[in-house]
C-alpha cells in the first residue's frame, strides 16, 4: 500500500515528515532520504501496534485529499510503499498457479502502485474476504 506522507523542513531542523492516515505517525531524518526510510519503519510499527490490538488498518487517502487539510500546509508530499502482507504474520511461501495473462494483470497492477506481486495478491485476498485487517 502506498501512504502520502508530507515533509517539513526549516532552516535549522531535520526533515520531519508525517503520516495523514496515521495519526500519531511520525518520523524524521538528517536527509530526505532517510527522512522517507525511517518513515516507511514507522508506518510499519504503527501497523503492527494497530493489528496487535485488533484495529484495522486504515485506508490511504489521496494527496489531492490532505492538501485541504491547512495543518500540512507548505509541506512537500511524497509516497511511500509498505508491504502490508509482511505485517503482524509470518510470511509463508506458497506454489499457487494462475493463468499468464491474469500473472500479467497482477504484476501491472503492483507496478502502478508500487506493490510487489505478493503484497498486491495479499491485499486483493483480504479485501476479497471483507477484512481489511491481518490476522
Known amino acids: ?27 524524521a531524518g538528517e536527509t530526505l532520504e532517510d527522512a522517507l526510510t525511517l518513515v516507511v519503519e514507522a508506518i510499519e510499527c504503527h501497523l503492527e501496534g ?10 490511504a487517502q489521496s494527496v489531492e485529499v490532505h492538501q485541504q487539510n491547512k495543518d500540512f500546509a507548505g509541506g512537500t508530499w511524497a509516497l511511500v510503499n509498505v508491504d502490508l502482507s509482511k505485517l503482524a504474520s509470518k510470511a509463508k511461501r506458497i506454489n499457487i498457479t494462475l493463468p499468464e ?12 502502485e508500487g506493490d510487489s506481486r505478493s503484497g498486491l495478491l495479499a491485499r486483493a485476498v483480504l479485501d476479497y474476504i471483507g477484512r481489511n485487517k491481518v490476522a
Request: charged share 30%; proline share 8%; with cysteine.
Open 50 to 59: 494497530l493489528l496487535l490490538e485488533g484495529d484495522v488498518i486504515p485506508e
Open 1 to 27: 500500500m502506498r501512504y502520502p506522507v508530507v515533509i517539513h523542513k526549516d532552516k535549522t531542523s531535520d526533515y520531519g515528515v508525517t503520516v495523514p492516515d496515521l495519526p500519531g505517525c511520525f518520523s
Open 101 to 112: 495473462r491474469v500473472l500479467a494483470l497482477v504484476d501491472e497492477q503492483a507496478k502502478r
